[in-house]
Every structure is written in structure tokens, then in C-alpha cells.
């Protein structure tokens, strides 16, 4: 069974950086893809970017374009969301996910596991 579990959330001054891990265990993760979420209150979870594990290969929301970065370390089997520029509207619970297969989505639905969370709070 795959274990997601998220860390290094926090609270962060507005143009600052933060960077999220993941470490993910229970599965051998080669044909996987990796993805970070956001939901904040009252609002839909939002895909940010996405890892293909064995390739390396990453796609982004427009959104985030250019602020955020998705990475991987095999070794560790932890996947990074380096965050910055960061702004008060991103301010969310941070949500990894894994989805068994070789190409990508961007749709919550189509992961089937999740981590537990993360807070990231952006002050002005």
C-alpha cells in the first residue's frame, strides 16, 4: 500500500519561498506519477505540477508557472515542491499524490493515494 507523507509546510512572508517533501513508501514507484495538490478553504483541490518518476518528465498548471518546481529524489523516494515568489493567495493545504501509471493527469481523481496534508501559510 502506498504511504505519502508530507512535510515542511509552514508559515511564510509574502516573495518568500518554501519547499514541500513527500516521502513515499510501500510501492516500487518506477511507473508512477507524482503530483502536488492545493485546496484552500472553500475552494476546489488544485493541481500545481507533476513527476513522472521513471522519466523525470514534469508539467505545471499555468498558474504556478515559473514559481513552483516539482523534483524527485529516487534515492530518497521523495518528491519536492519548491515554492516561490510565494503570494497570500497561496495560502492552501498541500497535498502530494501518486497515480499508477505512465502518463499523467491533472485531475484529483485520477490519483489514487494521498498524503495527509500540509499547511502553507502566505502573509502579506
Known amino acids: 500500500q502506498v504511504q505519502l507523507v508530507e512535510s515542511g509546510g509552514g508559515l511564510v512572508q509574502a516573495g518568500g519561498s518554501l519547499r514541500l517533501s513527500c516521502a513515499a513508501s510501500g510501492r516500487t514507484f518506477s511507473s508512477y506519477v507524482m503530483a502536488w495538490f492545493r485546496q484552500a478553504p472553500g475552494k476546489e483541490r488544485e493541481f500545481l505540477g507533476a513527476?513522472?518518476?521513471?522519466?523525470?518528465?514534469?508539467y505545471y498548471a499555468d498558474s504556478v508557472k515559473g514559481r513552483f518546481t516539482v523534483s524527485r529524489d529516487n534515492a530518497k523516494n521523495t518528491v519536492y515542491l519548491q515554492m516561490s515568489s510565494l503570494k497570500p493567495e497561496d495560502t492552501a493545504v498541500y497535498y502530494c499524490a501518486a497515480r499508477s501509471a505512465l502518463y499523467g493527469s491533472t485531475r484529483a481523481r485520477d490519483f489514487g493515494s494521498w498524503g495527509q496534508g500540509t499547511q502553507v501559510t502566505v502573509s502579506s
Open positions: 513527476i513522472s518518476w521513471s522519466s523525470g518528465t514534469t
